[in-house]
């Protein structure tokens, strides 16, 4: 991103706009005349690496690699369905999706970018440090993030970690124009370096985002096809053998993009090159999709020392749920998902999910079922912290049962087998032992264990017999 930036720069002043002789019939569609709502992209550059040098200071100075598994769907757009994608490109491109990618590198390293891989980055750059991705910790950061953005503008979309758009219409009641709510959003980030971009959709204000200085914004203003016409095409949000393509036929900007119609661009790069021909002219249809805040009730405590005693963190869990069952959004009401974060000494943050069987109206409820799948949990090194989150939080007080209990035993075997289903995504291996041939004089022949369906009859199977 950072190269796309200087080529930018370097070009504006000498590169005559192409625009001019592109065909009139194959022009960029003419903006609505209602003017759309704004937007702002809120872009944190190489977020992974900079999570990494909040932790460990000592790797500003040094030239790294964040590295991990991509699985990027969008790849396989680029692989041709035509006469030339053969079986084994279509193999190729499956077995790039688990390869081993550049997710951020340091700001140094210029000619690296994310979505590279990792064997083109270590060739360009050898003896680089290679750094294996915290994902965990890269989530739980953006998080806190967005959780803090969340005060103060109600429609926010977390994108990717490190990537949000906001939807900042309406706010000019509130805090003025489009300069003073990018400084409020600045503000709000300010342990990062943070660019901003606003424009009338997605792409434009991504767009914007990379001409932006640390912790300020810029704003498309006037005709999008001019703004974007000697973009970069590694700028593009596209999967990097794309880039390479296109790249490889010459063409390096935006303005190269948008003076070739859509059809030619659609037969030679499939899907994608259609969605790179829209982004050329600043055309992205793609709607803001706010993050629905899940009502929820936290509690956090640190530990004094590091531990991995249950003797220690049992307690902290029981007093934990008993001041998160104190708090008034529980009063007379139940849980059914108990979510657990601790931060873990010099290793990954360490997280648990335990979802009740039963909706917990108590902290002894509650406890019960962490405590049964506590012991099972492998902790992988001494716990720093811990939070508990308490979500689904319902007013369900009891339930209707059944009058007969053979028929209440069978629905409730039934729900069993359907949330482990649900739960292992395969068939959960529950057996009942049926009669076939109890006169038989053959011990095998007399009884099978049949596996039980979540349908209840039709799709039982005998699997074995004796």
């Known amino acids: 991103m950072r190269r796309a930036i200087t080529k930018i720069k370097a070009q504006t002043a000498v590169v005559t706009p192409r625009r001019a002789t592109r065909a009139p019939s194959q022009k960029a569609p003419s903006a609505p005349k209602n003017a759309p709502k704004s937007l702002a992209c809120l872009r944190i550059p190489n977020f992974p690496w900079q999570v990494e040098v909040m932790r460990k200071p000592e790797l500003s100075d040094r030239s790294a690699i964040v590295a991990g598994k991509a699985l990027d769907l969008s790849e396989e757009l680029t692989v041709s369905t035509g006469t030339g994608g053969t079986t084994a490109s279509k193999t190729a491109a499956k077995n790039s999706l688990s390869s081993r990618v550049v997710l951020a590198a340091s ?76 400084r409020l959003l600045a503000g709000a980030i300010d342990d990062f370096d943070l660019r901003i971009g606003v424009g009338d959709n997605k792409w434009l204000a991504y767009a914007a985002s990379l001409l932006s200085r640390a912790n300020s914004g810029r704003k498309v203003t006037g005709e999008p096809g001019r703004f974007l016409d000697q973009f970069p095409v590694d700028s593009l949000p596209v999967p990097y053998p794309l880039i390479k393509r296109l790249h490889a036929f010459g063409l390096t900007t935006m303005g190269h993009i948008a003076d070739i119609p859509r059809g030619p661009m659609e037969a030679q790069f499939g899907q994608a090159g259609g969605t790179a021909w829209d982004l050329a002219n600043g055309i992205d249809d793609r709607p803001l999709m706010p993050k629905r805040s899940v009502p929820g009730v936290s509690e956090h405590l640190d530990f ?76 992988p090194g001494p716990l720093e912290d811990m939070r508990i989150t308490l979500s689904g939080i319902t007013g369900e007080a009891g339930r209707q049962e059944s009058m007969w209990k053979e028929v209440k035993r069978d629905t409730d075997l039934q729900e069993t087998i359907s949330q482990l289903r649900s739960r292992l995504r395969m068939a959960p291996p529950i057996y009942q032992v049926r009669e076939l041939e109890p006169w038989s004089r053959i011990p095998e022949r007399r009884y099978a264990l049949v596996q039980l369906s979540s349908s209840g009859s039709g799709e039982e199977e005998a699997v074995k017999v004796g």
Request: charged share 20%; net charge negative.
């Open 304 to 379: 004094p020392d590091p531990t991995v005693s249950m003797a220690t963190i049992v307690p902290a869990i029981e007093s934990l749920l008993g001041r998160a069952y104190g708090r008034s959004q529980l009063s007379r009401r139940f849980a059914r998902q108990a979510n657990i974060q601790s931060q873990v000494f010099q290793h990954a943050p360490w997280t648990m999910r335990v979802s009740f069987k039963d909706p917990a109206g108590n902290k002894n409820q509650a406890l019960f079922a962490i405590k049964s799948k506590l012991d099972m949990a492998e902790i």
């Open 107 to 182: 700001p140094d390293l210029t000619d690296v970018m994310p979505g590279m891989p990792l064997t083109e980055a270590t060739s360009r750059h050898r003896g680089v440090l290679i750094i294996e991705a915290d994902t965990p910790l890269y989530a739980l950061v953006f998080d806190e993030i967005i959780e803090n953005l969340e005060q103060l503008v109600p429609d926010i979309e977390a994108a990717a970690p490190g990537l949000a758009y906001v939807g900042i219409w309406g706010l000019e009641n509130l805090y003025g124009d489009d300069a003073h709510v990018v």
